[in-house]
């Protein structure tokens, strides 16, 4: 993994496991997950620029730290949230090519950066 103190490692991991669970309430049980997180549907608009705009700090975090394959894992995930998006809004009959756009964008530079890290060795 790292150098990390193995504490810190594992409060981290402690951590991701909640975020795992709350999006799997989200996920099948989206008002028990509002209640659970103490949302409010009429403040959604608010939590999700804070959404987007933790996930543009983690993207410019990622290109700022500059591995290939930081960056690629980073960009798949933000690409694997737009497709889901665009999947959600798509089953319900909604607009959802933003969604496809954002999630092509993203698995093109995410594709790019995984090449640069697999031939980073070949030079």
Excluded: C, Q
Aim: glycine share 6%; no cysteine; proline share 4%.
């Amino acid at each position: 993994m790292s150098g990390m103190p193995i504490y810190i490692t594992a409060l981290a991991v402690f951590l991701t496991g909640i975020v795992i669970w709350l999006a799997v309430l989200f996920l099948w049980a989206p008002r028990r997950g509002l209640t659970f997180a103490t949302h409010d549907t009429e403040n959604l608009p608010e939590v999700m620029a804070n959404r987007y705009l933790a996930m543009a700090l983690i993207m410019a975090g990622a290109i700022y730290n500059g591995d290939p394959g930081l960056i690629a894992f980073i960009f798949t995930a933000t690409g694997v949230s737009a497709a889901h998006d665009a999947w959600i809004y798509a089953r319900h009959n909604k607009p959802y090519i933003k969604h496809v756009f954002s999630a092509a964008l993203s698995a093109t530079v995410a594709i790019a950066a995984l090449l640069v890290h697999l031939n980073a060795g070949a030079a």
